[in-house]
């Protein structure tokens, strides 16, 4: 990134503020998910987007403050926790590949008997919990005290209506976790894992708060206040490459090609993005496109990198 | 990559003797490509590796002067070719998912009605071809001289005894081409296409002159010895992440979680990989593993992005 | 069959007694369902066979009076009693192909939007058992008490240890039920639906009493000792039209090709056969082949078939 | 089929009076062929119907004795030539099972390495070509002069113009060969099996004509004006079995539930359907379903059912 590096620090207060302009016309446009009753409440006019650079510097917009519903950006969340303490054996129970089909299909799931193409569809997340249910009294009370230390706010929790809401809904997701049992890759029972599940997704955060939780992945595997170690910076890079090919449901290959920075999304409308190196940006917006990203988020994003010249690529 | 940056300029020419050394024990490890006769034929013990860096400074170990066939590390060239002439008009006819699916399957592409997931599986090869081939007398033609301008060397050639073996033996791109055609995605007739592709994936060059033609897309479009701009910056990253994403086969999550570098693999046992901003490095090794990449090539480009500390991410 | 109606009634005892003579050497070749343990306990040496005929004539061989666990023998009396009861109004939630798949498959249920192939598939028969469900306070109990009224036997029950072994591996059944759930094509719980199924799937009959029980279906609808009519005759040829055609699993095709006769089998090693107008035929060996039929079952069909000249065909 | 042989034999022509009357507001309900431009040029307003009793009465009307284009129903005549020539031993290279998937799918093919599940799919039709390619001279001629055989008239013949336009359009089948010469299942070469197939496709006849050379079928394997014998009676019944487990593409299961006959249907509009020792009857309306099958030749026959009382149900 030489060019890159040559340029001057760009002035992202600016930046925001031109994208959170840009993005209104937008808002309009994309669906609310409704197959969460709870989630289906939320307006889709909100935008929010916040920058955490390495240096400590924050800069926030819109409704950079306001709670969201995580949902699958804590699929991020537990694979670091699971990544970081049990290491490469995960991958025995889970892939590493794109899946090339809906987040939550069964299809290639039965074709693979029961093995899971990665972390990141639904099925993965589901091995996640069941692995983190092996190690710690309740997964998702681990994800949740994960999830705290690594934005380093205290106050953020889980949202028990929507994981009840949830967990009503929550057919398809027992669908997978049986058919898993079924091939023997999920040791705990199909409640307990759901349940947690369910809860874990419910997390909510401000972007403020998500961008600073990335700031780990952006540092290589270290927490940028406190210099501790969650991964060394080999796995801390491996991750943001299974963000990169998996992290955005099956849109990863086109989110890739027009943002070209490792992410993960949820279907709250909330997307965490890296500039490995540099800074941590998180972006929220209800409304998603067909894919089930944030349709303004992903937009945002885009324009993110061409204005601040930043991408991997 | 304010770490890297920061670190003196690897000493290359050691690191690729240190891989050089690593990798002996992998040579018999590989499977030499059967299905195209005369690629059988090839010894399983060749290495070779280059590293083109956009200073002009170039490194070569073992085999890295001896040619062989590109086969699919073509592809690349056919879409930086199509995409700098007909831009994202392109993307109406292939899409830029992974596939989740091997190289020359026909499920999806029946599933998704002709459509193939991304230009570097068989299927959206044979629509880049398909496209050169309206625009150019011969498409296989355009794409040499495109590969003789981007490394700089007028003696890069066909193998015609590859192509005619290849072309023998071609029913299943055949298969793909003629689905394509009946879902209407291919405008010149089957032959046509199947013929000028099969003398495209018989060029052959050495990892030298590869890891030089990669130039122009580790230095964001413009080659690197002439300023000429073939991709504007933009379009250069975007092939980059096409790479990153979809550019080794379905093991493209595995070798980005393991590399972390845009890359394009041949059955051939050839790779060309990018860090963007400085170099391009290809390798050459014939002995595949099960995903069809050359398996000492694979994990010489594991150990580069080690001791190199380069990764994109 | 003019043919057939021309010749003597052939001399079934005789016949019996032949091809238990001749299945003896496959016993030992099926193998016993190890996927319910309870059934997995059974000898695969077992061999019983019981004809009906409609004049009220009755032969039996070998084991043709020990109970055995008929398991999805019984889709064919729930499915009677749901058609009996709802007429064609099930076909909205159920459809009547053969599904080219394994009776388990959650595959070709995705792709169709949780509408199940046929009512012999697992699907399709929770789909039947959540419509009995809710037109009977107990579906299973309705489902028995049809199978006591058929057989003309008040001692017909569940074997309560195999229902309950079954539901503890349910992990599959519970994942079908759940998608169908999610597509909203299962009205009552999943857990109600599963336990109903697999008491249900419990019940034990002899091969005598099974035979009885198809009488109805070989006398087009009406019970032959009683007069009752449960289906019209129309109806009555269109349950035999869906057992040959998807009766047998996916080995439907070469069931009617080597057997030639509706059939319903099941995992427990029973069949169910009928010659319209003439007879209704059960055979029961715990050894499945490798597409979950009775192995020598099958084969001693196809001998009865051959030897009696009789064939729909 | 007691009952059924009690009765009088049925007024056929007074039957045929009343289904012509009754399909009239059918007529505009179909679609007719498309696909091959030959063929959309007839009007969809045609309809035929005839019966060939086995004792030689034969009962006809409307257009019963019109010239259609065969097309999927000389897959029976292919089948049965080849059958007869070649017993068991095709069965290595095409299966017997319905198949789930639309006629000229490659999903199936491709997972099941190049064997078709049945002889009446594309692809199992092209390995019978194949199978005539390798024994007779010409494939098409062979199934020409069977059918002529069968339906004792001489003056039957290809319409070449079908074939022509046919040709020109199939790449479908094209992909589909090639996919099984890639699998090894085609041993003759593509072009070949094609130009065969096409022409044997465009085979013309009328009900009438057709209705006889099904004669053979329902006289278990004997044509019954000569005696000669073309299959013995077990290869006759499982060529029946067939016809009704496969020969109505993907809506075998649902033909067998309405008409409970075995039949073989093309998209030329045209059905032979069969009442085993009985008789053989054809019906031609070229508006077809949308599962390929000719709209008022389905409703046609399962009028007959009802009316003769026929069915071998």
Known sequence: MTTTDMQATPDYAAILETICA???PLL???????YIPQLSRVSGYH??????????????????????????????????????????SIWHRVGREPSGNPFNSLVQLEYEKGKPRNPFIN????????????????????????ARLIADENCIDFDLAVAQSERETAHRNYAIAHLMKDFGNLHNPVKTVI???CRQCSITMTCAELAKAGGFLAQHGTIPWSGAQ??????AKRLNALMLTCGTYDAAGDF????????????????????????????????????GNSLAGTYALER??????????
């Open 22 to 24: 840009e993005v209104q």
């Open 28 to 34: 309009s446009q994309g669906k609310v998910a409704s």
């Open 47 to 88: 935008f929010g987007m916040a920058v955490y650079c390495l240096d400590g510097q924050t800069f926030a917009i819109g409704d950079a403050h306001q709670k969201f519903s995580l949902q699958s950006v804590t699929k991020l969340f537990a694979l670091a926790l699971a990544f970081s303490r049990e290491g490469d």
């Open 123 to 146: 099925a993965g997340a589901l091995v996640m919990t069941d692995i983190l249910s092996s190690r710690f009294v309740q997964s998702d009370i681990a994800v949740l005290q994960f």
């Open 195 to 197: 349940d947690s599940y």
């Open 230 to 235: 969650i991964l060394d910076a080999s796995s």
């Open 256 to 291: 890739a090609y027009r943002v070209g920075l490792p992410a993960k999304s949820g279907v709250g409308g909330g997307i965490l993005a890296l500039v490995p190196g540099e800074l941590a940006v998180a972006v929220w917006s209800p409304g998603l496109d067909h894919t």
């Open 304 to 313: 993110f990198t061409t204005l601040t010249s930043r991408s991997i690529f």
